[in-house]
């Protein structure tokens, strides 16, 4: 009986010990569904100048022809990954690919026209950058860009 009752014990105690280190996996896991699911830009594709400056010849980016379109640039020379989305006919819209509430992997929802952080708190934010709902407190870092022709050049 004695042995029964030690045995039970214990289960209750890893159970205990396993369901805590579950809810932390869970509190700390950045995504269950994605992480960056834009296509990432080859280095091939672009060019960072010294002068704070990438260049992108749009023409040759098929990923961005169709208006609700997005792609990331990772690249270690730059301080944030950036996605640039294709937002409307004429228009682009180009953020720090990283949420800021914990700097996880944001993904661009077209239908919505939102960014929605793949972290658990599933931060949004409107075109400008700014929180619209979720966790976020600070609005995401956009950056400034001119197209001269099909020459896209964002300012770093």
Known sequence: MKFRKTKNTLLVFLNIIFLFFG?????????????????ELDKTEYHINPNKSLEIDLTNIDELNNVGAS????????????????????????????CTHRQKALKYL????????SSMGSSRFNLKGEVISGVAESPLKLYDYTIVGSKMVIRL
């Open 71 to 98: 792609v990331l640039i990772k690249d270690p020379e730059l301080k944030n990954h950036i996605l640039l989305v294709h937002s409307s006919k004429s228009t682009y819209v180009i953020v720090s690919s990283h």
């Open 23 to 39: 809810v932390v996996f869970i509190a700390n896991c950045e995504t269950f569904v994605y992480v960056n699911q834009a296509p």
């Open 110 to 117: 077209p239908d919505e026209k939102q960014f929605e952080c």
